[in-house]
Nanobody, 122 residues
Framework: VQLVESGGGLAQAGGSLRLSCAAS????????MAWFRQAPGKERAFAAA??????YYRNDVKGRFTIPRDNAMNAVYLQMNSLRPEDTAVYYCAATQRSTNDYSTDRGYDYWGQGTQVTVSA
């Protein structure tokens, strides 16, 4: 399984960015896919997830981020709107084919991308 992220970069506060995660070796429509982020000096933390039952978000990104999925492209995305400086982090795509409930923790995923940097300036 390989997950390849793209789309990170620099944005101003209030702006938007869209991250992409292209998957190979698994089918995103039947897997649980997620985005985590790691801010400087902090542990990696859950941002958003999608599975066959729905989507899930950490509280401080609800209403600003969405996690759409493109089954034809076998990819998931993280659409980030109304960006804030505190969204600055390295963003990681994650995936698992297991059916467990721990969608918001690292141990709930088996495969990880290399990460992409998102920097939001004030």
């Amino acid at each position: 399984v390989q997950l390849v992220e793209s789309g990170g970069g620099l944005a101003q506060a209030g702006g938007s960015l869209r991250l992409s995660c292209a998957a190979s070796g698994l089918t995103v429509s039947s897997a649980r896919m997620a985005w985590f982020r790691q801010a400087p000096g902090k542990e990696r933390a859950f941002a958003a997830a999608i599975n066959t039952y729905g989507t899930y978000y950490r509280n401080d990104v609800k209403g600003r981020f969405t996690i759409p999925r493109d089954n034809a492209m076998n990819a998931v995305y993280l659409q980030m709107n109304s960006l804030r400086p505190e969204d600055t982090a390295v963003y990681y795509c994650a995936a698992t084919q297991r059916s467990t409930n721990d969608y918001s923790t690292d141990r709930g995923y088996d495969y990880w991308g290399q990460g992409t940097q998102v920097t939001v300036s004030a």
